[in-house]
């Protein structure tokens, strides 16, 4: 079936600074979406890009479904941004194929 | 617009105890998932339903588990006996996937905030 890897696996931001976090996948895919886990274990969407480039306020994303990545910003980062970061592709039917995750901790 | 709903949220079971878990998706959603999602990693799916229809439960433990969806819409899962293997979340998502090529923003789906399951 089809790998997703995310890197990197764990980020410490100081309040303020930005990242880019990392998702590769071994095959071409339909769906690609961006969630963020709270502390709460609620998933949330952030972005489903399956290629392209789109922007929500401080976070964007962009997929080269070509070179079979995808990147998320976080740009001027705050505590709330805390958690964890998922990449997640489809296989088939819909089915959605989840990465490890990147934890993000924000500290004020 | 309400979001996935699950029930429970927390449940604490004995080893070999039955235990249900339900879902009611979002309003217009065909399609409905079930995901675990164990400490640490991303969820994996049991199962996908569209309609009522289960299209794929090739994940799913179906020596202990099993899942209906009646009606097509409200979904429960259920396992029997537990082990303690099977402590995890359990997370139910929703889409109004159709399988066409270039349905786009249908096939985003959306997740219930889980039940986390402890089995002792």
């Known amino acids: 079936g089809i790998q997703v890897e995310q890197s990197p696996p764990d980020l410490i931001l100081q309040e303020g600074a930005n990242s880019t976090l990392r998702c590769n996948f071994s095959d071409s895919v339909n769906n690609l979406q961006w969630f963020h886990q709270n502390p709460w274990g609620q998933l949330i969407n952030l972005f489903y890009?399956?290629?392209g480039t789109k922007q929500n306020g401080r976070l964007s994303a962009t997929t080269v479904a070509t070179e079979r990545y995808s990147l998320l910003y976080i740009s001027s980062s705050q505590t709330t941004d805390s958690g964890v970061y998922f990449c997640?592709?489809?296989?088939?039917?819909?089915?959605?194929?989840f990465g490890a995750g990147t934890i993000l901790r924000v500290k004020s | 617009e309400a979001g996935v709903v699950q029930s429970p949220r927390y449940k604490i079971i004995e080893k070999k105890q039955p235990v249900a878990f339900w879902c009611n998706p979002i309003s217009g959603h065909n399609t409905l998932y079930w995901y675990r999602q164990n400490l640490g990693q991303g969820p994996e799916l049991l199962i996908r339903y569209e309609n009522e229809e289960a299209v794929d439960d090739s994940q799913l433990p179906k020596d202990r588990f099993s899942a209906e969806r009646l009606k097509g819409v409200d979904s429960t899962l259920k396992i029997q006996p537990a082990e303690l293997g099977d402590s995890a979340v359990y997370l139910c998502?929703?889409?109004?996937?159709?399988?066409?090529?270039?349905?786009?923003?249908?096939?985003?789906?959306?997740f219930g905030p889980g039940t986390r399951l402890t089995v002792l």
């Open positions: 998502a929703s889409s109004s996937w159709t399988g066409e090529a270039g349905a786009q923003e249908a096939d985003t789906q959306y």
């Open positions: 997640a592709v489809t296989e088939y039917g819909n089915k959605l194929v």
């Open positions: 890009i399956p290629s």
